[in-house]
């Protein structure tokens, strides 16, 4: 039974993973950006809904809803008036825009927010759960984090493939140039794909946050995680990346089952394996 | 393959790129890296140097918070200088920052030493702290008082010789025997079925330290610790641990991990129905930062104190109370107390005491040996630098608390167990974690 509870336990936690990476793969999949302050905007976004609950009194919520469309506008902004200069520059040149935007963020946050550890108080939810069995309960923040992944992913998925929008995106992404010379607008289309990524890295960290706990700092520990899933599930695919991020989570929860020491050692090495072995990926997307 | 395919990546411009951030990442911690504050003063030789070395950022950083606060109290209680060595001396105070890096601790010591020519080093918070600092001035002769460190993990984490200890470095905290008498006490009173007690011990020098301490302690005293596993830092699921306590009907809790796991555990163990009866942690919850993070389910978690208001305490160095201390921070910074309020004053008198007793404060030798020798009634109460477990070491006794909710901040402390220093004055009653 402990096995069972194992891998449903890390099934959940892969859905939060999933989520948190699938920013990160658009944003590489579409403009090719390693976003290396991906981590630090969770962060962020965790505190602007701190701030936001203890300022305005607004239930936790309210405060989610109002927060994720923020975010969008938020990356919207960033790629058109940030990213997107250094776009021209090559990919070494976002890489280090992004860097540095993560120094900056950290730092700006420690200044006005101070070290403290933080959480965000989902009261009864957050703690809730309702019991299988005995020996397995599923807490209702889990469960509805995974449900939110898969939504997520279905969401981006459909968008995607069934509006027009979504196919200037997939077309700028394949050849940005053709895409502008039949009328895509690459910087609006790369804007649409940063304020998606924004959107859904904020909704991951609203729930890390909700989860366990965050201060300025957390970022980039947080960071890794959703690389080893993007890259585990597949480069350039949506659908990999929930599989990459709940082979790592069930590969971390299994291994803590045999020995808490082994837990985040054994989805490291799953990563390494699948770099060594499989290095495309468990689903590969399109390559070059 | 599927059509959620979003662009024609190669994966080897992926890879390179995650490499390059990879290594970005890493350097990460040279750029941030900034210098300390000043404090006042020259450099003749009628001024005494003494550098302070803590967390000031970083996850460590609750243990700072109260630094800026006591170096200004110092700095104010002997402005007017006192006599040293036949002479009138004044102090001047170097802070720096760790970064809660205990290989920055390593480096800004070196600084200290070696561009500050500092005559004295004083140093707090966790050994990744305590023991770098340490290290440093025992390699270079440079007097040296820490403290918030577990002894053992400060003395034998640096291959003190028992019976023989340091030279140059002291330390005044206490040990898994102190726990021992503040936890078990705790646990006797609470109405449990069994003696099993849940420990949630990461793998870091801390609670290897509780392993290999506290654990054949609980067994003398007939309790049966079912521990965790040795998990890393970190981890964001906490769901085996869980799972093994609940299976061992265990009602007794205890606990070493870093403050943002303890966070991730008492909500997953409430979500996944582990509810102790009494949860008796260490090195968390210290803080009112962290008692207001955790919200309601901060309510009645039981953890030592060291020092609090309601130590009946007083400054060496003008005779200010605990009290009256706590009052003075909390009416100058808008902050509530923290238990590193007093330990780190202490630092302070401690260093200054060792000055005043030296025939020559500028002499090492000499003031390291007045360190070793001390015996001080100060902020943190009577320490003994010769009583204790191993030369060198001063060992103070923290009584039982629970936080509750407080009336001017969200949440307080209550004494609720001084068996281990009966002149701690009783609070209130001990309640059940999880009535």
Not at chain 2, 65 to 81: H, L, M, P, Y
Not at chain 2, 99 to 115: C, D, G, H, K
Not at chain 2, 188 to 211: G, H, I
């Amino acid at each position: 039974m402990g096995w069972l509870n194992a891998v449903i336990q890390g099934l959940l936690l892969g859905g939060l993973y999933a989520l948190f990476a699938t920013g990160l793969s658009l944003m590489f999949g579409v403009m090719r950006i390693v976003n290396l302050a991906h981590g630090d905007l969770a962060v962020v976004a965790s505190f602007l809904a701190l701030a936001l609950v203890s300022g305005t009194g607004l239930p936790l919520w309210v405060v989610l809803v109002v927060t994720v469309p923020l975010f969008a506008v938020l990356g919207y902004l960033t790629q058109r008036v940030l990213l997107q200069r250094s776009l021209s520059s090559g990919p070494l040149a976002t890489l280090l825009v992004t860097f540095g935007l993560s120094i900056v963020l950290q730092n700006v946050l420690l200044e006005v927010f101070s070290a403290d550890t933080r959480t965000l108080d989902g009261g009864s939810f957050a703690t809730g759960s309702f019991e299988l069995n005995g020996s397995i309960s599923i807490g209702y923040l889990s469960l509805a984090t995974f449900v939110l992944a898969c939504a997520v992913l279905v969401g981006i998925q459909l968008f995607l493939s069934r509006t027009g929008l979504g196919r200037m995106l997939r077309a700028s992404s394949d050849d940005r140039e053709t895409a502008n010379l039949v009328g895509a607008d690459s910087r609006h289309v790369y804007g649409i794909a940063t304020a998606i990524a924004f959107a859904t890295v904020a909704l991951a960290g609203l729930m890390f946050a909700m989860r366990s706990s965050f201060d300025p700092a957390t970022g980039p520990s947080r960071l890794i995680f959703a690389f080893e899933a993007v890259v585990i599930g597949g480069l350039g695919s949506l659908w990999g990346t929930l599989i990459g991020g709940i082979v790592l989570g069930v590969t971390q929860s299994l291994g803590s089952q045999i020995d808490p020491a082994l837990t985040l050692l054994a989805g490291h090495l799953v990563f390494l394996a699948v770099l060594a072995f499989r290095p495309q990926g468990l689903i590969a997307g399109r390559t070059a | 393959m599927s059509d959620a395919s979003i662009g024609g990546m190669g994966r080897r411009s992926f890879l390179s790129a995650v490499g390059l951030g990879a290594a970005a990442l890493g350097g990460g911690s040279l750029l941030s890296a900034c210098g300390g504050l000043k404090g006042t003063g020259g450099s003749s030789s009628d001024v005494l140097k003494i550098g302070y070395v803590s967390p000031q950022t970083g996850p460590l950083a609750g243990f700072a918070t109260a630094d800026n606060f006591v170096v200004k109290q110092i700095q104010e209680a002997v402005r007017s200088g006192f006599t040293a060595g036949g002479k009138k001396r004044t102090i001047e105070i170097i802070v720096k920052d760790t970064q809660s890096n205990s290989n920055r601790a390593t480096e800004v010591t070196r600084q200290l030493i070696n561009s500050d020519k500092v005559d004295l080093i004083v140093g707090s918070s966790t050994p990744d702290t305590t023991n770098p600092v340490a290290d440093q001035c025992e390699a270079n002769g440079i007097p040296n008082v820490t403290t918030i460190a577990p002894w053992e993990a400060w003395f034998h984490g640096r291959n003190g010789k028992s019976g023989e200890g340091f030279k140059y470095t002291t330390l005044f905290f206490f040990g898994m025997r102190e726990f021992a008498d503040c936890f078990f006490p705790m646990w006797e009173r609470m109405d449990v079925s069994n003696k099993n007690v849940a420990a949630l011990w990461p793998n870091d020098t801390d609670a290897n330290a509780f392993r290999e301490g506290l654990g054949p302690m609980m067994k003398e005293a007939g309790y049966t610790p079912i521990d965790g596993g040795a998990y890393q830092n970190g981890t964001t699921d906490f769901s085996a641990q869980i799972a093994k306590f609940k299976e061992s009907d265990a009602e007794l809790f205890t606990c070493t991990p870093i403050p943002p796991d303890f966070q991730t555990f008492w909500k997953q163990a409430q979500q996944q129905g582990f509810r102790p009866k009494l949860a008796t942690v260490a090195k968390v919850m210290l803080f009112p930062s962290e008692a207001e993070a955790l919200g309601t389910l901060t309510d009645n978690i039981a953890t030592d104190f060291w020092w609090s208001p309601a130590h009946p305490y007083k400054s060496i160095l003008d005779g200010k109370s605990a009290q009256q201390l706590a009052d003075d921070f909390a009416a100058e910074t808008g902050k509530q107390w923290t238990q590193a309020l007093g330990s780190v004053y202490s630092l302070f008198e401690i260093a200054i005491q060792a000055f005043k007793e030296a025939g020559d404060p500028k002499d090492r030798d000499e003031v390291a040996a007045k360190l070793r020798g001390m015996k001080i009634s100060c902020m943190s109460g009577d320490l003994d630098f010769t009583a204790g477990p191993e030369p060198g070491i001063a060992i103070q006794h923290p009584v039982g608390g629970q936080w509750r909710k407080g009336e001017k901040f969200p949440w307080d402390v209550v004494i609720v167990d001084n068996t281990p220093n009966k002149a701690v004055p009783i609070g209130g009653d001990l309640r059940p974690t999880n009535g």
